[in-house]
């Protein structure tokens, strides 16, 4: 292990999947003065694509695991952009979720649990933010959850 972060990782039994190339014309993350602001990131688990609407054929616990999942991109895609040193992470800012949904469906911040609950178990106090969880009808390839998500580096 490199750092502190990524020995909480592992006792944590998580490790980091390669930070997700772009799917179109955009970057995965952009650094403006000491904040990176890193493109949403979509469900996806060692197996593939985390799919389906929440309200209809997933559970909530299926919810938070996708948004679990999309933390881990996120923090991947914080990785590169520290040139492969968590350790210049000062504070995670803002996530902003989006949950594939029902439209009765309002368990939206019990999803997103699933990413903040991680920034702070990886973070500590650093991981604690703001944050937005929103229903959407519809998300890329049918995926059941995506986070965006500001950091503060040094």
Do not use: W
């Given at each position: 292990?490199?750092?502190?972060i990524e020995q909480r990782l592992a006792e944590l039994g998580l490790s980091l999947?390669?930070?997700p190339?772009?799917?179109a014309n955009y970057v995965p993350f952009v650094q403006s003065g000491a904040l990176v602001f890193i493109s949403g990131q979509i469900s996806a688990g060692p197996e593939g694509l985390?799919?389906?609407k929440l309200g209809a054929d997933l559970e909530v616990e299926q919810g938070v695991?996708?948004?679990q999942a999309c933390g881990l991109a996120l923090i991947a895609q914080l990785r590169a952009a520290c040139g492969g040193d968590l350790s210049r992470l000062r504070r995670v800012v803002k996530l902003t979720g989006f949950v594939n949904c029902t439209p009765d469906f309002t368990d939206q911040p019990k999803v997103i649990n699933g990413c903040s609950d991680l920034m702070v178990a990886v973070f500590g106090e650093e991981g604690r933010?703001?944050?937005?969880a929103?229903?959407?009808p519809a998300l890329p390839?049918?995926?059941?959850v995506e986070i965006e998500g500001i950091f503060e580096i040094a």
């Amino acid at each position: 292990m490199t750092n502190a972060i990524e020995q909480r990782l592992a006792e944590l039994g998580l490790s980091l999947p390669d930070a997700p190339a772009p799917a179109a014309n955009y970057v995965p993350f952009v650094q403006s003065g000491a904040l990176v602001f890193i493109s949403g990131q979509i469900s996806a688990g060692p197996e593939g694509l985390i799919c389906g609407k929440l309200g209809a054929d997933l559970e909530v616990e299926q919810g938070v695991s996708a948004a679990q999942a999309c933390g881990l991109a996120l923090i991947a895609q914080l990785r590169a952009a520290c040139g492969g040193d968590l350790s210049r992470l000062r504070r995670v800012v803002k996530l902003t979720g989006f949950v594939n949904c029902t439209p009765d469906f309002t368990d939206q911040p019990k999803v997103i649990n699933g990413c903040s609950d991680l920034m702070v178990a990886v973070f500590g106090e650093e991981g604690r933010h703001a944050r937005a969880a929103v229903g959407a009808p519809a998300l890329p390839l049918g995926v059941a959850v995506e986070i965006e998500g500001i950091f503060e580096i040094a």
